[in-house]
């Protein structure tokens, strides 16, 4: 029997106290992460580098004893193992070769191809597995196929996805064979994480907000649901996070309608909404603000203690409705960590 708090509650067990974890909880908020990255040289070099990627995964463990830890790694490591060309431009953000015409997705390397450049992120996930406490879980994770293609296509990130929208409608083939690419490649990476040793893996579609309609069906819902079925007959019981950020109503009837285990919500919705219509069918995870973490205090207080409230009837894991942010206050963190586990 397990003892994880955070399996646990993905098994769809209500725990009188929800384990805690956070997106972004490896990241520049913390002087030991800063200075970690200094000494891998830059973010890229610091993903590819097993011994300190792990590092700094570790770090936020120590430090606040969080119930899960999350591989140090980023979604966009899959496009550049699939042969597109990925730089961060300091203070901007990331930067690809982009991807537009059919002969653009034919160019792509074959999906067994990709192991060999993301060989030091399974390293790490080794590495992971065997350093954790015992009670920590250890979650895996991969862009969603919508949200990885959205770069691919405009090269950068954007407000609207623009780029993505314009070619799905100019060029329906090329727009679902690169979906197609992006879908088969994750189950395969994410299964190599899951041999390394990830306990859970989680999907995040951080854009899917943006998808209305039909097109949220077929690009958010569809491309997840075939990883999810894929990943869960290669190995049975894995649990999986789903994270349709924005996704508003399409959070609803999303569990079922992709197999994922736990719901992530977003704070776009209270958690009163999502306990009412999401967590009736199982585990969610989320959903304080993040500038929460900026600006601490009583606010922080009361927010945390509504979002546990609010789902203290279910399945939940606490988490917030997006990554920390790098001006955040560390001690915000722990003041969130004590507001949880007082209950
Ligand atoms: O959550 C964690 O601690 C695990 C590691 C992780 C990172 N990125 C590290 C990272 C995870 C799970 C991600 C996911 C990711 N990456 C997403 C989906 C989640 C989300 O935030 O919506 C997206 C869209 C990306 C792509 C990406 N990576 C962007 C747009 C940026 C630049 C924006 C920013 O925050 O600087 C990154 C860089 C990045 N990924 C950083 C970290 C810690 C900051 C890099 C640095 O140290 O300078």
């Known amino acids: 029997m397990t003892q ?11 725990l009188p106290t929800p384990p805690i974890w956070m997106m972004r909880q490896a990241g520049r908020y913390l002087p030991e992460y800063r200075a970690t990255r200094a000494q891998a040289g830059d973010f890229l070099s610091l993903c590819y580098n097993s011994e300190l990627a ?4 570790l770090q936020p463990i120590r430090r606040y004893g969080f119930d899960a ?8 490591l899959l ?3 699939l042969g597109a060309d990925l730089w961060f431009e300091t203070g901007e953000g990331p930067r690809l070769s982009t991807i537009t015409t059919m ?9 067994d191809a990709i192991h060999e450049k993301l060989a030091p992120i399974y390293e790490t996930v080794r590495i992971l597995a065997r350093a954790l406490p015992k009670e920590t879980a250890l979650i895996g994770f991969a862009g969603a196929p919508w949200t990885v293609a959205t770069y691919m296509i405009a090269g950068r990130g954007s407000k609207d996805q623009g780029a993505a929208h314009a070619l799905k409608a100019a060029d329906r083939a090329t727009f679902t064979a690169l979906i197609d690419v992006i879908t088969e490649a994750t189950i395969d990476y994410l299964s190599m994480q899951v041999q390394a040793g990830a306990e859970v893996v989680k999907l995040f579609d951080s854009w899917a907000g943006s998808l209305k309609g039909q097109d949220f069906t077929d690009f958010a819902v569809k491309p997840t649901a075939r ?7 290669k190995h049975p019981g894995l649990p999986v996070i789903a994270f349709p950020r924005e996704a508003d109503a399409g959070y609803i009837g999303f569990a079922a309608a992709t197999g994922a285990d736990c719901v992530a919500i977003d704070n776009s919705v209270t958690p009163e909404w999502a306990a009412e219509h999401v967590q009736v069918s199982g585990c969610v995870q989320g959903n304080l603000a993040p500038h929460h973490m900026v600006s601490g205090g009583q606010d922080l207080i009361d927010a945390t203690r509504r979002v546990v409230n609010a789902f203290r009837h279910g399945p939940h894991i606490f988490n917030l409705g997006h990554g920390i942010t790098p001006d955040a206050n560390p001690d915000n963190v722990q003041l969130m960590i004590d507001t949880v586990r007082a209950g």
């Not at 990883?227 to 007959?233: P, R």
């Open 54 to 57: 792990a590092e700094v995964t």
């Open 69 to 76: 830890a999350i591989l140090f790694a980023d979604i966009l």
């Open 79 to 81: 496009p550049q193992a």
């Open 227 to 233: 990883i999810i079925a894929a990943l869960k007959a």
């Open 4 to 14: 994880k708090t955070l399996l646990r509650a993905l098994a769809g067990e209500t």
């Open 103 to 111: 002969a653009g997705v034919q160019a792509l390397k074959p999906k």
